[in-house]
Structures are given as structure tokens and as C-alpha cells.
């Protein structure tokens, strides 16, 4: 048996008989991987505590057949405030399952490894909507499909408004057709978050109705992008946007 050590996070977990469960990883040097952990349900299991969704963990791992399989496991992050505010585990329950999605199986990208890390370190109550942009939008980049929000995706001209089409990748002028309208504020939020650091996002200050606006661009960029929708998102979208959807 081949023994190999692992940095991963844990997005994703499935109960398999009565004490074991299979984990979906997302690993810095193996990329996304499933593992199965035998006896982890188990009362006195070593690494019940450890193997909890979201925490990053150092994982001993072994090689089979048909799965590999987990030996040990010790958790380098738990992110605390992750857990103590249910707003930011819902936020981050999303950014799991688009992991899940994004992914493909065992394809390293370290960059997307750490941007993960980066949000799930500095997300709470007070910035889960600048931290969901954030996210997604650095997420489609460095898996291929970034989006340039100052210009027109089909014609190129630059953007003060815009409109977001499901024919087009990005958001587009209105000599190039309608769609969701995209208020001058909500272009330039886009537009900040994808070139800001993290540490300088709560420098902008928006509104609902433009944090609205954003979110549903992204939701529809994510979904024309990886030809999927993701649940979670309608959970976030019933349990805390109480005010009618902008469209």
C-alpha cells in the first residue's frame, strides 16, 4: 500500500453503513479527491472531532483499489467564527458545494487551495456579502472563466451600466441587447472586487438594492459558466434576503 500526506480541506461528507462516512477533499497537492474513513462515527474514534466539514486538516491517507482511504487526520483550522455565526457557515456551506462542482478530480490548483483558506479565515456575520463576491468571482478566474466588468463581453465598448444575458459570458452594453440591468454602483462593486486584495474589501460601502444586484450577476455568471445551478445559494436567498429580488 502507498501511504501520501495531504493539506485538505473537507467539503463534502457522506454517511456509508453505521461508523463510516466518505469525505470529498479538496486537497493543496492532489486537488479534489474522495477518501473513506472507516469507524468514524464511532463514539471513540481519534478522528471524529477532526473530520468536520470546512476545517482544514493534515490527512494520512492510503491507496486502494477502489477509494483511498483516511489512517489519520489532525485539523490545522476549524475557523471558529465560521461556526459560531450560522449567516457565515450558510455562505460558506455555498462556497463548499461550488468547490464541489468547479473541480475537476484530482487536479491540483493551489491557487484556488488558497483563496479557499483566505475566505473561510476572514468570513463572519458582518461581511458574508463582499466575501461571496469575493469569492466567486476569483474562484471563475483562476479555474478559466474570468469576467472583464468594465467592458462589453460581445462588442468590447466600456461599461458604465450594463445588462447580464444568458447568450453572453459577461455583461453586455444595451446596443447589444437586454437582460438583468446592472446599475452603474453594482458594475463598479463587480469591478472592485475582482481586482481588490481581501484585506481592503470593507473599504466599499454598498447598498442593498446594489448588493443585490451583484449577487444575482454572479449567481447567473456561476450557473452560465459551469452549466449548473447551486442549491445552496436558494437557502441563502429564502433564509436572508427578506426584500423582493432585483431584476
Not at 38 to 53: A, D, E, F, W
Not at 154 to 161: I, S
Request: one cysteine or more.
Amino acid at each position: 500500500m502507498k501511504y501520501y500526506a495531504a493539506d485538505a480541506i473537507i467539503i463534502k461528507a457522506m454517511n456509508y453503513g453505521e461508523s463510516t462516512r466518505i469525505f470529498t477533499l479538496f486537497s493543496r497537492e492532489y486537488g479534489k479527491l474522495s477518501a473513506i474513513a472507516k469507524g468514524v462515527k464511532r463514539p471513540k474514534s481519534t478522528m471524529k472531532g477532526h473530520l468536520q466539514l470546512g476545517n482544514r486538516c493534515n490527512l494520512m491517507l492510503y491507496q486502494g483499489k477502489s477509494m483511498d482511504t483516511i489512517s489519520q487526520a489532525v485539523a490545522l483550522e476549524t475557523y471558529p467564527q465560521i461556526r459560531s455565526n450560522p449567516q457565515a457557515y450558510l455562505y460558506v456551506s455555498y462556497f463548499m458545494e461550488l468547490l464541489n462542482i468547479a473541480l475537476p478530480e484530482k487536479e491540483p490548483n493551489s491557487a484556488v487551495f488558497d483563496l479557499t483558506h483566505q475566505v473561510f479565515s476572514k468570513i463572519d456575520n458582518k461581511n458574508t456579502e463582499s466575501m461571496a463576491r469575493y469569492f466567486e468571482i476569483n474562484l471563475m478566474t483562476l479555474i478559466g472563466y474570468e469576467v472583464d466588468f468594465k467592458r462589453c463581453s460581445n462588442c468590447g465598448e466600456p461599461l458604465k451600466e450594463g445588462y447580464l444575458s444568458s447568450r453572453f459570458p459577461g455583461p453586455i452594453c444595451k446596443d447589444c441587447g437586454g437582460g438583468v440591468f446592472i446599475s452603474p454602483q453594482a458594475i463598479y462593486g463587480l469591478d472592485y472586487y475582482n481586482k481588490t486584495p481581501i484585506e481592503q474589501l470593507n473599504r466599499l460601502k454598498l447598498n442593498e438594492e446594489t448588493e443585490k444586484i451583484m449577487a444575482k450577476v454572479m449567481q447567473e455568471l456561476v450557473a452560465y459558466h459551469l452549466e449548473r445551478r447551486i442549491k445552496s445559494l436558494d437557502i441563502i436567498r429564502n433564509s436572508l434576503w427578506t426584500k423582493p429580488d432585483v431584476r
